[in-house]
């Protein structure tokens, strides 16, 4: 149990999309090339560029695992050896709460969350999923943003905050769709993290011909949420792995798509925020904010110790310290299993946010619960982490 006795700020919420998110408003010129719905075998099923997207177990969302089944998984705890589906398929009817911002409003008020950042879940998979076709993406991606906007608004009653995604592939476009969100009440946007597939090749987020976006994202006053994704990470995760393993929960077939799913999601956050670093981007823009949202910590004190061994290699590339950007620049949500006492070492306090993830099935049950990974913690610190560095961010 807790004690707390103040509403918290969760910087990591889930809605479930319906069949109508990606394709509501998309027009019909690119159905074929972005997003169709079919029935297969008797089931609903998502057709991205042609190819079933076995991003999650159940497309449509009808059904979905319990909050927090998964949690013990993901600490590494399973003592009687039993499959990750068997704690999966722990399922119930989707809420209305998953997907209407009134219902969900009557539960945060049930969980003591006064204020929620919320993030998509088929809309992780969707970006890499149409990387090839950047027009298709897009006009998949303004579809959906203006989905979200009917559904839930961008800023609900002050207290859910929705993040429209963003895609850089290509930047005139990513200018204007985070000028229109921003006029539509936005506060925060969502990026997937890792490199840019552009006409030219992968590059950096960092790199000059994004300066455009990074620019607009300051002077609206926007906060960038990388959150994690299916990024090129994982499609180089597959080069390990002796066989496929479809239907939206690979990475629970086998210890090795285990780690490797870990390795992935570290590997393209830590990079991404490097690059962001090491190219200048803080310096040059110095007004941007910057939240890493369900990619854990335990990438935190490698890329630090790399960055800072960068920094006494070269230190006439950095304006400052790379720690000290780090520092003023970054927010850090851990996941409730991560050494949040050695975060706050590393970054302060102050560069820390709670997220629970919920409603996912790798995250918590009960929010208010992450108050029990915080002992150790000042309740200065504690209250810090649970509601005001948040607030301190979209205030």
Known sequence: ????????????????????????????????????????DGQRRMLVAGKLLNFVPNDTFDV???????????????????????????????????????????????QHIGKTLLFPSMGCGMEFALKEDPEALT????????????????NYDERIHTAPAITL?????????????????ARVIYLSPGP????????????????????????????VAFHQSYTLYQEQADMWISSHSAGGLAFGSSPMRGYMHDRAADG?????????????????????????????????????????????????????????????????????EDDIAQLRELIGCEQILFGSDFPHPEGLAQPARFQSELQGLTAAEQHRILRDNALALFN
């Open 139 to 154: 006009a998949t991606f303004g579809a959906f943003n203006r989905w979200l906007l009917e559904e839930w608004r961008f």
């Open 268 to 336: 393209a956050i830590s990079d991404t925020l490097a690059s962001m670093i090491c190219e200048g981007l803080f310096a040059r823009y110095p007004g941007l904010k910057v939240l890493s949202i369900e990619n854990g910590a335990d990438w935190v004190p490698l890329c630090l110790q790399r960055l800072n061994k960068a920094f006494g290699q070269m230190p006439g590339s950095f304006a400052e310290p790379p720690t000290e950007t780090f520092r003023r620049h970054i927010w850090v949500a851990p996941y409730q």
């Open 1 to 40: 149990m807790t004690d707390i006795n103040f509403e918290l700020f969760d910087a990591d919420n889930h809605y479930y999309e319906d069949e109508a998110s990606f394709t509501r408003h998309l027009p019909k010129a690119y159905s074929e090339r972005a997003v169709q719905w079919a029935t297969i």
């Open 169 to 185: 592939t290509d930047v005139d476009w990513a200018v204007q769709e985070a000028n229109w969100a921003a006029r539509h009440g």
């Open 64 to 110: 979905v695992a319990r909050p927090g089944v998964l949690d013990n998984w993901f600490r590494g705890i399973n003592p009687e050896g039993k499959a990750m589906l068997d704690y999966y398929n722990d399922m119930e009817e989707c809420r209305a709460a998953y997907r209407e911002p009134d219902a969900r409003l009557r539960l945060m008020d049930e």
């Open 196 to 223: 840019v597939l552009t006409a030219s090749g992968w590059c950096s987020p960092a790199a000059a011909p994004f300066y455009p976006f990074w620019a607009a994202v300051e002077d609206l006053g926007l906060r």
